[in-house]
């Protein structure tokens, strides 16, 4: 069973980067045939899509997000990571990891971190 | 980027009796080549993530009772839950991966009457 668990960076102060970190656990994520996600929700709100990382290095980014955000990964720690970079309240929300296939489901996902961005 | 529009935000229905949210896309979602729509449907109940209940418009995901189907094509779809349980009480998000960027629809709350 494949489980991911997000890093805890709690407070931050605008202009500040978010960096987040995914543990995976009960897979590679090295093996190929699957994306490693981000996905972020404002409490109350909907769910965004922050991007994407394949293990070739190719990533894809929400184009609203696209000139502050950074997916990397880290196959030797089977870990991936998301930077977004000069955050302001607006990006207060909860950030979830999530594996996703080839065809584009989101099948297993992490349990969210709250990130809160105030002065 | 395709929109995602679901219908009505929030729902209240009686236990036993059926509820039904529609979502609808910007464009069509049918790849043609291998004559899939590229839908899916989440549950999130308060306090935990988005669980996936629906791919390809209609494919229950393993475990998901049988009261839960999916339907439409194209750009209109249909989650209907046939008999509510007290369990079902969450948001409901349906999801276009037809293609980049991924865009959940806005959520339906889902409550007992």
């Known amino acids: 069973q494949v489980q991911l668990q997000e890093s805890r960076p709690g407070l931050l102060k605008p202009a500040q980067t978010l960096s987040l970190i995914c543990t995976v656990s009960g897979g590679s994520i090295n093996s190929g045939s699957y994306f490693w996600s981000w996905i972020r929700q404002p409490a109350g709100k909907g769910l965004e899509w922050i991007g994407r990382?394949?293990?070739?290095?190719?990533?894809d980014y929400n184009p609203s997000l696209k000139s502050r955000v950074t997916i990397s990964m880290d196959t030797s720690k089977n870990q991936f990571s998301l930077n977004l970079n000069s955050v302001t309240d607006a990006d207060t929300a909860t950030y979830y990891c999530?594996?996703?296939?080839?065809?584009?489901?989101?099948?297993?996902w992490g349990q969210g971190t709250l990130v809160t961005v105030s002065s | 980027d395709i929109v995602m529009t679901q219908s009505p935000d929030s729902l209240a229905v009686s236990l036993g009796e059926r509820a039904t949210i529609n979502c609808k896309s910007s464009q069509n979602i049918l790849y043609s080549s291998n004559n899939k729509d590229y839908l899916a449907w989440f549950q999130q109940k308060p306090g935990q993530p988005p669980k996936l209940l629906i791919s390809?418009?209609?494919t229950r995901e393993s475990g998901v009772p049988d009261r839960f189907s999916g339907s439409g094509s194209g750009t209109d779809f249909t989650l209907t839950i046939s008999s509510l349980q007290a369990e079902d009480v969450a948001v409901y998000y349906c999801q276009q991966y037809y293609s980049v960027p991924y865009i959940f629809g806005q959520g339906t709350k889902l409550e007992i009457k």
């Open positions: 390809w418009a209609s």
């Open positions: 999530a594996r996703m296939t080839g065809s584009g489901l989101f099948d297993y």
């Open positions: 990382m394949y293990t070739s290095g190719r990533t």
